[in-house]
């Protein structure tokens, strides 16, 4: 699904610049992927020079509250799950200089509280065996004549998925799962949009598959999307075959000496060997 998302990458100059430092390469990049943002700081000596230091935070609009987010060397993610205004936030300064600048990105975000996919299981041969799914996404918070939505349906399943253990296919968090699974093209066996709501479909194979339904705003370049999780085991179900039982065939003939008889004689007591293994002895008249 990767693949499938558009990546945006905008990069900003400088708000502030200080005469005794020059930020003219400071960069910072910002890429999202629905509703997740990641943010990248480079130049201006930013990993390389020590006298560099930097830092992120987030203001919620909402709240009206300052956090600092988590930074990988000059890398951060954000998830934004509430509908709002948020301003991210770049400070980086020159401890030896004793000069600083930021900058600053506003995000606002819409909410897709009425997004849910409801489904079910149930066996398509009407036995105990649940080997499909039925389920429909609800439609998004929309107004009459609004044809900026679409709906996207993925089925993923392949070996990646299938090397989890039971135990971390049930534990892992979404964004664990996000930031582990590779969403290869090979492993996309199902994909449906971007209007198709209703969802039905019989799982071929053992093993785990993962169901991500997506809703997306194109006018506003935002969406949301949902993981759903199952695990399939497949009721091997024995065939039932009718045999025949055919005669058994002759292939030796011995007399009570044992034997073997090329030529039969009249009132003589032969012994008759059959393909199954059985004999019969029998008096030649």
């Known amino acids: 699904m990767k693949k499938l998302l558009a990546i945006l990458m905008v ?77 991210v936030n770049l400070k980086v300064w020159n401890i030896c200089s004793g000069c600083d600048t930021t900058i600053t990105r506003e995000v606002n ?51 990646e998925l299938d090397s989890l253990s039971q135990m971390d296919w049930d534990s892992m968090s979404n964004e664990q799962l996000y930031n582990y699974y590779s969403f290869s093209d090979s492993d996309l066996v199902v994909l449906e949009g971007p209007a198709n709501r209703p969802i039905d479909y019989k799982f071929t194979d053992d093993g785990h598959y993962l169901l991500v339904t997506q809703w997306y705003n194109k006018c506003l370049n935002q969406d949301t999307f949902f993981f759903t999780r199952i695990s399939i085991e497949l009721c091997n179900v024995m065939g039932i075959k009718n045999y025949t039982k055919r005669d058994p065939k002759l292939i030796e003939i011995y007399d009570m000496m044992g034997r073997r008889v090329y030529h039969i004689r009249k009132d003589e007591i032969l012994i008759y060997l059959y393909d199954d293994g059985s004999t019969k002895k029998v008096l030649v008249h």
């Open 109 to 159: 975000l819409i909410y897709f509280n009425n997004c849910k996919f409801n489904y079910k299981m149930f066996s398509s041969s009407h036995g105990s065996c649940q080997d499909s799914i039925s389920g429909t996404m609800s439609l998004a918070e929309s107004r009459k004549g609004d044809t900026c939505w679409s709906y996207y349906f993925y089925i993923y399943h392949g070996g």
């Open 11 to 87: 990069l900003f100059t400088t708000l502030s610049v200080n005469a005794k430092c020059d930020w003219s390469t400071l960069k910072f990049q910002s890429w999202n992927e629905k509703n997740y943002y990641k943010y990248y700081v480079t130049g201006a000596g930013i990993g390389d020079d020590t006298c560099v230091n930097w830092i992120f935070t987030i203001y919620d609009h909402q709240k009206n509250k300052l956090d600092t987010v988590r930074d990988w060397s000059g890398y951060t993610e954000i998830g934004f799950n509430n509908k709002g205004k948020y301003t």
